[in-house]
């Protein structure tokens, strides 16, 4: 090999190393300005979901309000122009006043309304968590393992169908007529949905993203855990939501077992008694707590299922 050629090899092999140099620099340059470019899209995006989250819920908030406040104006219309017997249907401002004075008076059911709230709450509380931390996990346990399916579901089938208050009798013998009575009927109502919302919702778990974990060495269980549960976790919201309108739903009848507090028991001494200010008072705190508790299990849904879309 000539001087020359010596030369123009070792020009090239120069060449090859200065492009080797650059390239990397300019790609890796033109990857940050492109990553720094989707940032500001993401957040520009970000920024108009919120907004849009904003003023959907402002407007759900408008709208909510004044179809409570036309439904009131119709009720105390109807009363005000005598429309409907005032002794069957007091008007919004008579339950007001009742509301307010039943805050400091114990007339006529022997307890204040505060007294009453607590004791309800309790009863329809302590049911709900005791089926919640029963009835979900056993759902998601059945819908997955197969076993466990064959041999909880015939039983579960046999009980299904009975209502909670047919219980109430075999709950006398075992429980008597206390507070755990009245959470065990609570508690009885309230199994069901969640059991049943559990089960279908891991039941509906992407067949694909079962695979794709046991193709990386996922074992039954880690894929029960990590993609079954999260996936029937929307169901399992929805399933807990029956199950709180449920509860609410039997608490008038969980307190007629010899209850000395409550809001049932409210409701049972003013229909007794003729007082219908004192019944739709009753109904009024009832429909209250359980739309709040609602609300709340509604943020709860949102805070843990956050990757949902619209939660």
Avoid: H
Avoid at 89 to 109: C, E, F, G, R
Avoid at 281 to 308: H, P, Q, R, T, Y
């Amino acid at each position: 090999m000539t001087l020359t050629e010596n030369r123009a090899a070792a020009r090239q092999k120069k060449d090859i190393c200065i492009k080797c140099q650059t390239l990397p620099a300019f790609s890796l340059e033109r990857w940050e300005v492109n990553m720094a470019e989707d940032k500001k899209i993401l957040e520009q995006r970000l920024i108009e979901y919120k907004s849009g989250r904003k003023r959907e819920v402002i407007r759900y908030v408008i709208i909510s309000f004044l179809s409570v406040a036309v439904f009131l104006l119709v009720w105390q219309c109807l009363v005000q122009f005598k429309l409907v017997n005032v002794r069957n249907l007091p008007s919004p401002l008579a339950v007001l006043d009742t509301l307010v004075y039943k805050i400091n008076s114990k007339n006529p059911d022997g307890n204040t309304l505060i007294t009453n709230i607590a004791a309800s709450l309790q009863i329809a509380l302590g049911g709900f968590a005791l089926a919640t931390v029963i009835g979900v996990p056993l759902g998601l346990l059945m819908g997955w393992f197969m076993p466990i399916d064959m041999f909880v579901r015939p039983i579960f089938e046999l009980f299904r169908p009975v209502p909670p208050i047919a219980w109430i009798p075999v709950i006398v013998v075992f429980f008597g007529v206390g507070l755990q009575a009245k959470a065990m009927i609570i508690f009885l109502s309230v199994f069901v949905p969640c059991v049943i919302n559990s089960y279908t919702g891991i039941k509906l778990t992407n067949k694909t993203l079962i695979n794709v974990a046991k193709t990386f060495g996922a074992s039954s269980f880690e894929t029960f855990i990590k993609v079954g549960v999260p996936s029937a976790m929307p169901l399992v919201f929805t399933g807990l939501r029956a199950a709180l309108s449920g509860a609410w739903s039997t608490l008038v009848a969980a307190e007629m077992l010899a209850a000395k507090a409550g809001l049932g028991n409210m409701l049972q001494i003013g229909r007794n008694l003729g007082r219908s200010d004192i019944v739709v008072c009753g109904m009024a705190v009832i429909s209250v707590l359980g739309a709040f508790m609602g609300i709340l299990l509604n943020w709860l849904e949102g805070k843990i299922l956050i990757w949902k879309i619209g939660a």
